[in-house]
């Protein structure tokens, strides 16, 4: 049976919870243990899905279609275990099981209540595949004292209780601001957030104060002592250069250790934290940098593009050398010319996207790599730029589109090269889909096969023709274009096992010009860098020691 870790934040949120929760998971990992990590949110979404990349930033999807929180991709790059559906839930998705079996009479006619019918349901998902790890780790979003998050709590406290003694440990995060005036460090918010937390009934085991300055012995004592946590488990949350230090940063700080001894596990394995060294000796020795130029909509928001972030920086690992990445805004040039907005660039990236707002000037983006050989890598939305700019522009059809577009606007007016997809094949079942039926998990979402053409690009650099990639898309290339876009040199070098749809496109007299229908970036991790973002590095490399 599971030991559970509840993580729950106060005083202010973005705190680096989610990124705390991943860094102990891996450091429970180095001591040889096996980990899952949950994510409670308190939204009445019932998921991410259908909220504005400005709202939520980047929506997860894991394997088994699930639409979640960016920390999934966080629990995921740490811990190298694949998030499921079952590893996040929200306020949203619970209360609409609870109605949902009030309907159908499950509750027998009793009064449906937060306690205990919203915190069963709770309790119920905690208890999912308990028996499969040695510790679970469940994130509360949010921060201690928000009205919508008390069902979670009191769950979670009610869980608590339910386990033998010694089973659960409550790991609180909190903020030491420092006051500039007198040059202190204030600990009375801490102190007030442990209180509100005591007041619902939890009291916390560890305390993680993130601060910009050390922490001094005299001031931990203190946090210990009000908040009523021994001194060792006061840990300290400091800044860090990269994310990826933080399993080090926190080991260093006794976390890991100021855990086991919370469970009374003694002696604590020793741990294996080679991983980690060779990932901090990777950021810190770089040999040279490259600029990436990532050419979207949602360019404000640098968490709308989290994994994509993440996974070019995996990249510059594997290379040893530092990416530079700049968020250009292609509605800058949906009207004008692109070249001066992405001269200079070793690489360019057109990630994911909804809506036709910026689209020209993505598509723009892909000709100008194209023209200029420069290393192009479309994602999703991106690959989609990348066949209409080549049915445009190479395969004479000028008024080639996206059906999403016509959908959107209520006029038909592109040819559509890439179409609304209705029904296709999983495994070994149907998917069906109605058009103007819910927004919210129509997508063709999570992970599926594609066999690669052997001897292409893509099969080179994946070492293999026989892939599996996480999907999070409606509409889909249309494979009657396929012979007459293959004819002018784009290679359709990925197609679903059926030989349906298509999941790769590739340039084949490009250095690096490759399209692909699912979001690599999901996948990647600093220790295991997704083959396809280490080599468009390396191209990126070779770039520029061209100029
Ligand atoms: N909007 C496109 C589609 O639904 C692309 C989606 C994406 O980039 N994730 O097919």
Not at 365 to 388: D, T
């Amino acid at each position: 049976m599971a030991r559970y870790i509840f993580i729950t934040g106060g005083v202010v949120s973005s705190l680096g919870k989610g990124l705390a929760s991943a860094a102990l998971g891996a450091l429970l990992q180095a001591r040889g243990y096996t980990v899952r990590l949950r994510k409670l949110d308190p939204y009445l979404n019932v998921d991410p899905g259908t909220m504005s990349p400005f709202e939520h930033g980047e929506v997860f999807v894991t394997d088994d279609g699930a639409e979640t929180d960016l920390d999934l991709g966080h629990y995921e790059r740490f811990t190298g275990v694949a998030a499921r559906n079952t590893d996040s839930i929200s306020s949203g998705r619970v209360y609409s099981t609870v109605l949902e079996k009030e309907r159908r009479g499950d509750y027998l006619g009793k009064t449906i209540q937060v306690i205990p019918h919203v915190t069963n349901e709770i309790k119920e998902f905690l208890h999912i595949g308990s028996d499969e790890v040695d510790f679970m780790l469940c994130e509360i979003g949010g921060t201690v004292g928000d009205i919508e998050a008390l069902p979670f709590f009191e769950a979670i406290r009610q869980f608590s209780q339910d386990k033998p003694r010694g089973e659960c440990i409550f790991m609180h995060l909190t903020l030491l601001p420092y006051l500039a005036a007198s040059g202190e460090l204030k600990t009375k918010p801490t102190q007030h957030s442990v209180k509100e937390l005591r007041s619902i009934g939890i009291a916390p085991d560890i305390l993680v104060c993130r601060s910009e300055h050390p922490i001094p012995d005299k001031e931990r004592a203190k946090i210990g002592l009000f908040c009523n946590v021994r001194v060792d488990s006061v840990i300290a949350g400091y800044d860090l250069k990269s994310i990826y230090e933080a399993p080090l940063a926190y080991h260093a700080q006794g976390l890991d250790q100021a855990v086991l001894d919370a469970f009374g596990i003694a002696p604590a394995p020793k741990p294996d934290l080679a991983v980690w060294k060779d990932v901090y000796d990777r950021i810190h020795n770089t040999d040279g940098e490259v600029n990436v130029a990532i050419v979207g909509k949602y360019t404000q928001l640098e968490d709308a593009y989290k994994s994509i972030k993440e996974a070019l920086i995996h990249g510059g690992m594997s290379n040893r050398v530092k990416v530079n990445v700049k968020w250009v805004d292609s509605e800058v040039f949906d009207d004008a010319d692109a070249a001066p907005h992405l001269e200079g660039f070793d690489a360019i990236l057109v990630p994911g996207g909804f809506g036709e707002r910026g689209t020209e000037g993505k598509i723009k983006a892909a000709e100008f790599a194209r023209l200029r050989k420069i290393p192009y890598l479309g994602i999703c939305l991106g690959m989609q730029m990348a066949v209409i700019e080549a049915a445009r522009n190479v395969g004479n059809m000028p008024d080639a589109g996206s059906e999403e577009f016509d959908h959107e606007s209520g006029k038909k007016r592109f040819t559509p090269v890439v179409y609304h997809l209705k029904e296709w094949v999983q495994g070994n079942h149907k998917v069906k889909r109605n058009q103007g039926g819910d927004k919210g998990g129509t997508m063709r979402l999570g992970a599926y096969d594609a066999a690669l053409t052997s001897g292409s690009k893509v099969a080179e650099i994946y070492g293999t023709t026989a892939i599996e990639e996480r999907h999070r898309h409606r509409y889909e290339v249309d494979i009657q274009y396929k012979d007459k876009l293959e004819k002018t040199g784009l290679l359709f070098s990925g197609m679903s096992p059926d030989g349906r749809l298509p999941e790769i496109v590739e340039w084949q007299d490009h250095p690096w010009f490759i399209g692909v229908q699912f979001h690599p970036e999901l996948k990647s991790k600093p220790f295991a860098p997704h083959p396809l973002f280490a080599d468009f590095i390396r191209a990126a490399i070779e770039t520029s020691r061209l100029v």
